[in-house]
């Protein structure tokens, strides 16, 4: 059964830490996803990539988050330094295109429950 | 911008009867894909049911059904029979365009009493 992970699934920093958020999609997805839930906003978009490759990340703030996908089977989520108001939770999701070459479906993981004091 | 609205932050049932969640979107797209997500307690973000805005025939799932309505830019679920373990946050969501990325509403949650 193939399932997006996500590590770690809880993280509690201290204001000023760096945080490094993981994800692995599902083999052959080939466009991930970074979204954050909170209570205020909701669900929102913050990054995505399709062939490793960025191609939104205007959801992020750019002064303390960054995206990557050092390579196919691994993206990454930075926030450095940290701040209370990052608390959130953070999922990822992959997808791939059907046979029409259309993305039709995205796959969450189970997402990172980030706390920052 | 797209947008996605969901009016009824909560809503309860009685178990095995029907409910009907809301959610109406803005859009200048032709061609979109619209989704119900559910979230649990757990958090897990679970695929309800999806509807191709090209199609004109409602989606359906075993209980969960949605009246699609285009011109109206409506978008309702239906959940019939209600059961316990229906009892989630659900999310209305968009996604349309060249870059596939979901817009979601702000959730209602669901009770479902027994």
């Known amino acids: 059964d193939a399932r997006v992970t996500q590590t770690p699934r809880h993280k509690v920093t201290e204001m000023g830490q760096e945080v490094t958020m993981r994800c692995q999609p599902i083999l052959g997805h080939n466009t991930v996803f970074w979204y954050r839930q909170t209570m205020m906003q909701g669900l929102e978009l913050l990054a995505y990539?399709?062939?490793?490759?960025?191609?939104?990340d205007s959801g992020m703030p750019k002064d303390r988050f960054s995206a990557e996908m050092p390579d196919a089977t691994l993206a990454t989520l930075k926030i450095q330094p940290s701040e209370p108001r990052d608390s959130a939770v953070y999922f990822c999701a992959s997808g791939f295109p059907n046979s029409g070459g259309e993305y039709n479906e995205q796959f969450f993981g189970p997402g990172t429950r980030l706390t920052v004091l | 911008a797209q947008t996605v609205t969901q009016s009824q932050p909560e809503m309860s049932v009685q178990e095995a009867e029907t409910v009907t969640l809301s959610c109406t979107y803005d859009?200048?797209?032709?061609?979109?894909?619209l989704f119900w997500y559910k979230q649990p307690p757990s958090r897990q973000m679970i695929l309800v049911i999806r509807?191709?805005?090209?199609?004109?025939q409602n989606a359906t799932e075993n209980r969960f059904s949605v009246n699609f309505q285009k011109a109206a830019k409506s978008f309702s679920l239906k959940i019939s029979d209600s059961q316990l373990g229906d009892a989630a946050m659900y999310f209305c969501?968009?996604?349309?365009?060249?870059?596939?990325?979901?817009?979601f509403g702000k959730g209602t949650l669901l009770t479902v009493n027994p």
């Open positions: 509807q191709e805005a090209y199609k004109q």
């Open positions: 990539f399709r062939n490793r490759a960025p191609l939104d």
């Open positions: 969501a968009y996604s349309g365009g060249s870059n596939y990325k979901l817009t």
């Open positions: 859009t200048s797209e032709s061609d979109y894909y």
